[in-house]
């Protein structure tokens, strides 16, 4: 059998499965059933692009579009990254034609977060301002210290500080100090400057101290992220009321009442 007699099957194949592959494309933008799973629109969109199947990326954006719920910020969120990132200008028109910013549940911080930071990266101006007007600050849930920073991390970006002061409030006032250490050590990580400055004020103001353990850890937080001004008011406070963790009364303090500097044994002076 010749050399060419032994391609034949194979070009015959390759022929098949080219044949097959775009039968799928097409099946996979017009059919593919989405359920619970929208986050894998990405990386579909991303393969059929691969294959030069644009019309098929479109059609299946579209499909994904007119199909998410507008209640669910982080699925909207994460469907108008994916668009923006693949190219699907019609598609992400389309999604914003459903008006999310005014139909989603902004109870859940994190998901928000995300819808607000998409709008406001998509300089989708009116439609974050009409999302901010409905005071996600005040309706947002307070359990996860972790959503709650990235609320307040994209707030800041926004400039929407008026919005991030009331949230830090609510954050001290409705929240234990755990919560709000976990919250200040997750907002310095993220560089938020004004919301940790913020929330670090309104901490030592505000945080209850009967804990002696938390405080300490709470101050020792502080004094990493270099908030000076809070930690002599925390410490103060906790000393005033007699309630003040080993941490917080390690160096004494001076007579105007702040927190002494840290020394050690040689710079006691000498015995009589």
Known sequence: MSCAEH?????????????????????????????????????????????????????????????????????VADLLEQFRRSGQHAAVTVLLSRRPEVCADLSWPQATAALLRNLHDADETEAEAVLLGRRPEVTSELRDAYGVASLLHVLEDVGAHEAMTTLNRRAVAETDIEFVTQLLDT??????????????????????????????????????????????????????????????????????????????????????
């Open 7 to 75: 391609l034949r099957p194979r070009r015959r194949s390759f022929g098949c499965t080219w044949g097959s592959g775009r039968t799928l494309s097409r099946r996979a933008g017009a059919e593919v059933d989405f359920g619970d799973r929208l986050g894998d629109v990405g990386v579909l969109l991303k393969a059929l692009r691969e294959v030069g199947a644009e019309e098929d990326a479109g059609v299946l954006s579209h499909r994904a579009a007119t199909y998410v719920n507008p209640a669910f910020p982080d699925d």
């Open 187 to 272: 907002l310095a990580e993220y560089g938020a400057d004004k919301a940790t400055a913020d929330l670090s004020l309104r901490t030592a103001n505000g945080v209850c101290t009967t804990d002696p353990a938390a405080v300490a850890l709470l101050l020792r937080l502080l004094r990493t992220i270099g908030a000076d001004e809070a930690v002599a008011i925390l410490n103060g406070r906790a000393e005033d009321h007699g309630e003040a963790a080993i941490e917080a009364r390690r160096f004494g303090r001076d007579v105007n009442g702040e927190s002494a500097r840290p020394w050690g044994w040689r710079d006691l002076p000498p015995a009589p």
